[in-house]
């Protein structure tokens, strides 16, 4: 019996990353497939989506965007509270984090285990740890909604959040004026979607949904190229949707007819891998993504914590 390379531990190839200006103000950076980041200027500051999985790979994309714009970092805004998308945000010397109040209690109640996990997993990301200072807490929360005046002609920043989905804490940033989105994990472009904390049933539906009723017409998921043009990001949310959904139909299947979480995952690769095998972290979620399905599945709401012993235990059951 052969077991397949843990996780991400194989993938040690650096990505070229790529600095998109979205519109006057507005930037992205992509990195073929891995965690995207965003800024966008205000009159005379900067918010920043994002950070990067430690300050100093943060660092290197704030020396890039000081190529644009040399106004202060006011706030940063963390979608969710992911290692890979948190631990880095003290080298941006922000006044304020920005995040879901749920954030806060995930980070509160399972951050460390997370940053163990997630940096166990995908080892490239996690350059000169050792800059790391400790868990990235928001210093401001909200439920629903919040609005940043951008300031003079900009318009509104207006970061809100849409329901349970990647997590039950994250949130989405809307520039209205540009019809941009910035959507965290919530969608990716040609990427698979990691699932293994999320709310499937909630995220296939109404999630989506909402997702959907912005009407945006340029979108930076969580990885892959920006997404451009209205049918373009119907398109992307469509190829979200139908991941969540194949999954869901599968696994169900599997339960409803007395199999086990082996045989959910094998129909799950089965009925996934011809549209999205070829996408970045494929094989490395779906182990992940099936197991938090199944427990969801049998009436676990609350997502079982991940530890680097849990992922090896899940990875050697399933991914043989």
Request: aromatic share 8%; proline share 4%.
């Amino acid at each position: 019996m052969s077991v397949k390379e843990f996780a991400s531990t194989g993938d040690l190839v650096e990505k070229k990353q790529t600095l998109e200006i979205l519109a006057g103000g507005v930037y992205a950076l992509t990195a073929e497939g891995d965690p995207n980041i965003g800024a966008i200027e205000g009159e005379d500051f900067v918010v920043c989506f994002e950070s990067l999985a430690t300050p100093v790979a943060t660092s290197k994309w704030i020396e890039m965007l000081r190529q644009h714009t040399s106004k202060p970092i006011r706030f940063v805004v963390l979608s969710h509270y992911h290692a890979v998308r948190a631990l880095g945000a003290s080298a941006f010397g922000a006044q304020a984090v920005i995040a879901h109040e749920n954030t806060m209690r995930l980070i509160e109640e399972r951050g460390l285990e997370d940053w163990e996990s997630e940096f166990a997993r995908f080892p490239r990301l996690a350059q000169n740890e050792e800059s790391i200072p400790g868990l990235t807490f928001p210093t401001i929360t909200f439920s629903d909604r919040l609005t940043i005046p951008l300031g003079g002609d900009r318009g509104d920043l207006i970061l809100e959040h849409v329901g349970r989905g990647h997590t039950d804490g994250d949130l989405v940033a809307w520039l209205p004026q540009h019809k941009i989105l910035f959507a965290g994990d919530l969608m990716e472009s040609e990427a698979a979607l990691y699932t293994g904390d999320s709310f499937h049933l909630d995220w296939a539906g109404k999630t989506l949904d909402a997702v959907q009723n912005y009407g945006a017409e340029l979108v930076m998921g969580g990885r892959g190229p920006v997404i451009r043009g209205s049918d373009n990001v119907a398109q992307a949310i469509a190829q979200s949707r139908s991941f969540l959904k194949t999954m869901i139909r599968e696994t169900t299947k599997a339960k409803d007819l007395g199999g086990d979480l082996k045989q959910a995952f094998n129909a799950c690769h089965a009925a996934l891998v011809a549209d999205y095998g070829k996408w970045p972290i494929f094989e490395h979620c779906l182990p992940f993504n099936v197991a938090r399905l199944w427990e969801e599945l049998h009436g676990v709401d609350r997502p079982t914590i991940w530890t680097p012993q849990r992922d090896l235990e899940i990875w050697a059951q399933l991914q043989s």
